[in-house]
């Protein structure tokens, strides 16, 4: 089993960045694929980007697609999450999960952190 810890999110200006880490504890973790997930007022949860066990493959959503960069340090048992340019419509719970394999699809995903607030102002 793994258990996931997001962390790093907070207060953000329009066109700013901040970097989300989620920590598991896990000594599988190299094992999983990973993933970020948010889910804003209103809104139900949507995919934001994925990453292969290795690192070797990612995917992301079109509406962060060259913003966001999603990473991992297996050394570390860490996933990361860099967001650029960011803008109020990425206001949420960003979620970090894991999954057998790389997925777009919420239902997949096995473990879920407790989630981070991002809040970016107009």
């Known amino acids: 089993q793994v258990q996931l810890v997001e962390s790093g999110g907070g207060l953000v200006q329009s066109g700013g960045s901040l970097r989300l880490s989620c920590a598991a504890s896990?000594?599988?973790?190299?094992?999983?694929?990973m993933g970020w997930f948010r889910q804003g007022p209103g809104k139900e949860r949507e995919f934001v980007a994925g990453?292969?066990?290795?690192?070797?493959?990612?995917n992301y959503a079109d509406s962060v697609k060259d913003r966001f960069t999603i990473s991992r340090d297996n050394a570390k048992n860490t996933v990361y999450l860099q967001m650029n340019s960011l803008k109020p419509e990425d206001t949420a719970v960003y979620y970090c999960?894991?999954?057998?394999?790389?997925?777009?699809?919420?239902?997949?995903?096995?473990?879920w952190g407790q989630g981070t607030q991002v809040t970016v102002s107009s």
């Open positions: 999960a894991a999954a057998p394999t790389l997925s777009r699809n919420l239902a997949w995903y096995k473990y």
């Open positions: 896990g000594r599988a973790f190299s094992s999983y694929a």
């Open positions: 990453i292969s066990y290795n690192g070797a493959v990612t």
